[in-house]
């Protein structure tokens, strides 16, 4: 990379830690894990571990791909390093427009919050958080992992204080009426809709679990990047979904699951059940810190992904410069550009081109998570010393057969769910493919007139002698 191109070395391990946190719990945790309860009832739970246990493998995927490749410094490159150019062009891409939509559908969420609090339309109270986040990832990265620090910091203190809650309130220590573990089959079964529901869910599941990836991604820019991602793949993959699947079933004991509404907090009304009536504002503060979490890092990972892909010539090679305190301002600048647009058009269109973008990124970072899936798997058979290493995946190639297995799954059963949805999304897969494609074609077009140019100039040159 060139001088000129390169980031600063700031962030320190703590910030690594918390960010990887950070890209995780947000408000599809503390609000979306309610339409899981709600589809799926207690065992909802199993959705959790089934899409958990996906994401943690392909966390120790990438584990063994950072200690392969150190000098990759992108979730998306180690396509490039596995399946070619093409692969590391379209995963950039389509990272890319993941985090681009989730910039909006967190701003607007902040937006709907603060309003509680503050008299104002909503978009502009979206557009002051998008200048907010956008000042703050200006700074320097130091300043974005301090943001991401105290943040995720608060997000999980909020998680242990409420399973130390609502672990005494299960067990009948705290509860009027003895323990509550009933919960998970007075009403209905463990599974009230079916097993169906429960394979479902994991497409709205798998969606809240994506984020551990930032490591990768926020790991270029701290001294050690590779014990950064071995880190994140050995020991913060399994704390998440720790969090997620210990406090959601403490929610499903605690709270008779037909009382769960899709779009409500399960965890406000499990601290109103357990009579903590201030439980709706002291989470209605900590959900506002997610949603400013994840947007923070969403400006974040938009910036560097372009900055990595301009770098490599996938992107305009002016948006690679970085400025004096080596922050790359040009992709964050271009990034909360479309961050802005993309309020603007959901407040304008919420239900129609908002709901439209929406509905394909489901699609869009399940095919950049299996072509990661099947880059690891050309990487290791080229590089058979990693199973050595600290991090590795086990009983290769099996298990990670099974991994792409359940990936696709889990896209059939989205095709299932919303048919028209999985067909947008595949088309937005596409896009990228036809214009690395076309790419190409002006590429070698350009060479072979610039060739053809240089030829008649020397055969002018000869006949002039």
């Given amino acids: 990379m060139a001088r000129s191109h390169e980031l600063s070395r700031t962030l320190l391990p703590r910030h690594i830690t918390m960010i990887t946190i950070g890209g995780v719990i947000g408000a599809g945790l503390f609000v979306g894990s309610s339409a899981a ?10 959705s959790y571990v089934l899409a958990g246990t996906i994401v943690f493998i392909v966390m120790r995927m990438l584990g063994e791909m950072a200690i392969t490749h150190p000098g990759v410094r992108s979730f998306t490159e180690f396509s490039r390093a596995g399946l070619g150019d093409a692969a590391g062009f379209i995963a950039g891409w389509l990272y890319w427009y993941f985090w681009i939509v989730v ?59 409420f399973i130390l809650v609502a672990t005494a309130f299960a067990f009948g220590f705290t509860s009027p009426h003895g323990a509550t573990f009933a919960n998970l089959t007075d009403h209905g079964g463990f599974a009230p809709k079916g097993w169906v529901p429960v394979v479902a ?42 969090f997620y699947v210990v406090s959601l079933g403490l929610i499903v004991c605690v709270v008779a699951w037909p009382m769960v509404k ?30 400013l979490s994840c947007l923070n890092s969403a400006v974040y990972v938009c910036s560097r992904v372009l900055h990595v892909m301009a770098d490599r010539g996938d992107a305009p090679r002016w948006l690679a ?21 993309g309020v603007v058009i959901a407040i304008v269109s919420p239900n129609r081109v908002f709901a439209f973008l929406i509905s394909t990124t489901g699609t869009v970072i399940l095919f950049v998570y299996l072509m990661t899936a099947i880059a690891h798997i050309r990487l290791r058979r080229r590089h058979p010393e990693t199973e050595t290493k600290a991090v590795r995946v086990w009983l290769f190639p099996w298990l990670s057969y099974v991994t792409i297995g359940a990936m696709v799954a889990v896209l059939i059963a989205m095709a299932g769910l919303g048919a028209f949805a999985f067909l947008i999304g595949l088309v937005m897969v596409r896009v990228p493919g036809v214009a690395f494609s076309m790419l190409t074609l002006a590429v070698g077009m350009m060479a072979f007139l610039t060739a053809s140019s240089s030829r008649g100039v020397a055969r002018a040159s000869c006949t002039a002698r």
């Fill in 262 to 291: 899709p779009g409500e907090s399960p965890f406000t009304l499990a601290l109103n059940v357990m009579g903590f009536k201030w439980g709706s504002a002291v989470m209605s503060f900590i959900i506002l810190t997610a949603v």
């Fill in 321 to 341: 410069e970085v400025n004096s305190q080596r922050v790359p301002a040009r992709s964050i600048l271009l990034g909360s550009l479309v961050g802005v647009i």
């Fill in 103 to 161: 910039v909006p559908i967190e701003a607007i969420a902040g937006a709907q919050i603060l309003q509680q609090w503050i008299d104002l339309p909503m978009w502009q109270i979206g557009l002051a958080l998008m200048a907010v986040m956008t000042a703050v990832n200006l700074l320097s990265a130091r300043s974005y992992g301090e943001f991401e620090f105290w943040f995720s910091s608060i997000k999980v203190a909020a998680i242990i204080a």
């Fill in 37 to 46: 309860i709600a589809a799926a009832g207690p065992a909802a739970l199993l």
């Fill in 201 to 242: 869910a994991v497409t709205t599941v798998f969606f809240s679990l994506v984020g551990a990836e930032i490591t990768t991604v926020a790991a270029a820019e701290s001294k050690e990047p590779e014990k950064a991602v071995v880190r994140m793949a050995t020991t913060i993959t399994w704390r998440i979904l720790l």
